[in-house]
């Protein structure tokens, strides 16, 4: 279908299917890990994992930078007919994500025990991340380069291959998880071996694309690596304010828990955090699903097709957030007993909390809805201010003030109301954005 003629309904859907696919079973790397983990190893394993979910983040955060920057560039030139100027996108971003990759490795291969401290681990907690983080190090750089490959390969007209190739390595990693940490009794060994061969099998598939006939990417000559590095990086940041403010949060958190409250709340947090990336993965799905329509009209200068597309995505956001929403706050202990083999005393402060929590759920994928079609428009500084306020300033804010001011308990509802704050500012946002194309 072409972007800049066809249905925008259709279109919108045929790449939101995948892509939403997508990202459930990428998150199912992190949820299957700390599902088996904690029935293996109980709640000191969920909590171990939680102070290991920052670098999920991390590699997320690498990619949306550079491969979000990149690949609305990549089809905004498209949608203008300029090839060389579209694949001149890919060559400079490809270089900056594989510089930025090699030194996370050489980070986390060398400090990983330090940053476990820094992300929460104490000394009962850190010798189980360190053993996940062990093997996990040897394969750091599938992470980020395979999920930036994916945005160029969706943009470039195969959102399918995407989903084949993250489906295949989510099915190994699930069967993997079981069979290496139960059957090989490897414990939490095991689940991190077979994550980091799951994810290496995405990666492998993702690379058929390059050699088929649908592909449209290519290296070229560097011109102007500077100035193009630039926009790639501004037109990246608000998506890697996103992801990096969720990283920050979920080490913010861990501290904050283990400070007012302690480990068994600590395990509850490592399932409140699962399922907020979960639905997070699923708001990137909306926004990916809208991204390459918008932005290669935006080429074209088709603001109504713009418009709709946006529409489609807002309506979708509001389905999923109330669904997500109604469906953790009305079954709080089904999931921990999923997540982790409970204690009497995680199973009695499981319920309240994570219905505190869960009613963020409400507003998650239409703030990052938002913040994604403003990129999208390449309305930088609004969409910085969205993810700046998600990611910083509202949430870490009240992390630290709530506790003093409402009691230790209040945690819980740092995030429903952060995220209600930003709703507002996002439709107010958005309908400036609205009238200016009007």
């Known amino acids: ?53 920052p670098f999920w983040t991390l590699f997320c ?108 390595g989510g099915i190994f990693n699930i069967f993997g998880d079981y069979f290496l940490t139960f059957t090989c009794d490897l414990g939490i060994q095991g689940a991190a071996i077979a994550t980091v061969a799951g994810q290496g099998i995405a990666f492998s598939i993702q690379l058929f ?12 000559r560097i011109t102007a690596f500077f100035r193009q590095g630039k926009e790639i990086l501004s037109v990246g ?33 490592g399932v409140a955090s699962s399922l907020f990336t979960l639905v997070q993965t699923f708001s990137y799905g909306i ?30 956001a509001a389905v999923i957030g109330t669904a997500a929403a109604a469906a953790s706050f009305l079954f709080p202990l089904e999931i921990v007993s999923i997540f ?6 995680v199973l009695m402060i499981a319920p309240a909390a994570l219905r505190k929590y869960f009613l963020c759920f409400l507003f998650v994928p239409f703030n990052v809805f938002a913040a994604y079609y403003l990129q999208a428009v390449k309305q930088v500084k609004e969409s910085v201010t969205l993810s700046a306020l998600r990611g910083f300033l509202l949430s870490g804010l009240f992390l630290y003030l709530f506790p003093v001011v409402f009691g230790a308990q209040s945690i819980w509802y740092v995030m429903v109301c952060a995220e209600c704050i930003v709703s507002f500012t996002a439709v107010v946002l958005l309908n400036k954005k609205i009238q200016k194309e009007t």
């Open 1 to 53: 279908m072409d972007l800049k003629t066809g249905n925008i309904r259709r279109l919108y859907f045929k790449y939101l299917s995948p892509s939403l696919f997508s990202g459930l079973v990428m998150s199912i790397y992190s949820l299957v890990d700390m599902i088996v983990v904690g029935q293996y190893e109980g709640a000191a394993g969920t909590a171990a994992l939680a102070c290991i979910s």
């Open 61 to 168: 955060c690498l990619s949306v930078l550079f491969g979000n920057g990149g690949a609305v560039l990549f089809s905004t030139a498209r949608g203008a007919g300029k090839k060389y100027e579209s694949n001149l996108a890919f060559t400079v971003s490809f270089l900056l994500i594989c510089t930025a990759s090699l030194f996370v490795w050489l980070v986390i291969f060398f400090f990983d025990k330090s940053l476990l401290r820094l992300f929460g681990a104490d000394e009962q907690l850190l010798p189980l991340a360190l053993e996940y983080v062990g093997w996990l190090k040897w394969g750091i750089p599938l992470w980020p380069i395979g999920y930036y490959l994916g945005m160029f390969i969706r943009n470039d007209g195969s959102p399918s291959l995407v989903g084949i190739a993250t489906v295949c």
């Open 209 to 220: 694309h390059f050699f088929s006939r649908k592909n449209t990417i290519a290296f070229v």
């Open 237 to 269: 940041l608000p998506s890697f304010l996103c992801s990096v403010g969720m990283g920050f949060l979920i080490i913010l958190f861990n501290n904050q828990i283990m400070r007012y409250l302690g480990s068994s709340e600590l395990a509850v947090y």
């Open 287 to 316: 926004g990916n699903a809208a991204q390459p329509i918008v932005a290669e009209n935006l080429g074209a200068r088709q603001w109504r097709r713009i418009q709709e597309t946006k529409n489609w995505g807002c309506i979708t």
């Open 340 to 345: 982790m083999k409970a204690s009497d005393s």
